[in-house]
């Protein structure tokens, strides 16, 4: 069983808009989702999802509507807009380059400072 990481702060947006780049999905599929694409090392609390969905709604990267859920119960689902498939792809690279800047500091030896 993999052990759970901590997810890294101003990474919950860009994780939302990319499960729902998968797919509309309601607020607990966002959970799932990411659960699902994470291979369940990450797990996003009901708590932080809520409003991170109300505030990239506002931003106009998700859209919502209702529809009815597999278990035949009345459900917000929410799907990724152009803006938001735009933003997506910025932060996918804004990421990667960070990742990289990082991955190099933690590699470097005492020699090559």
Avoid: C, F
């Amino acid at each position: 069983m993999s052990k759970q990481l901590d997810l890294l702060q101003g990474t919950l947006d860009m994780l939302i808009l990319k499960a729902t780049s998968l797919g509309p999905l309601h607020g607990y599929g966002i959970l799932l989702r990411i659960g699902q694409i994470s291979k369940d090392r990450l797990e996003i609390q009901q708590g932080s999802l809520y409003p991170a969905l109300y505030r990239l709604e506002h931003q106009g990267w998700i859209t919502s509507g209702w529809g009815e859920s597999e278990n035949k119960r009345r459900a917000k689902y929410y799907r990724l807009t152009a803006a938001g498939k735009r933003r997506l792809q910025a932060e996918t690279e804004k990421w990667n380059r960070m990742t990289d800047v990082i991955a190099g500091i933690l590699e470097t030896r005492p020699e090559e400072v």
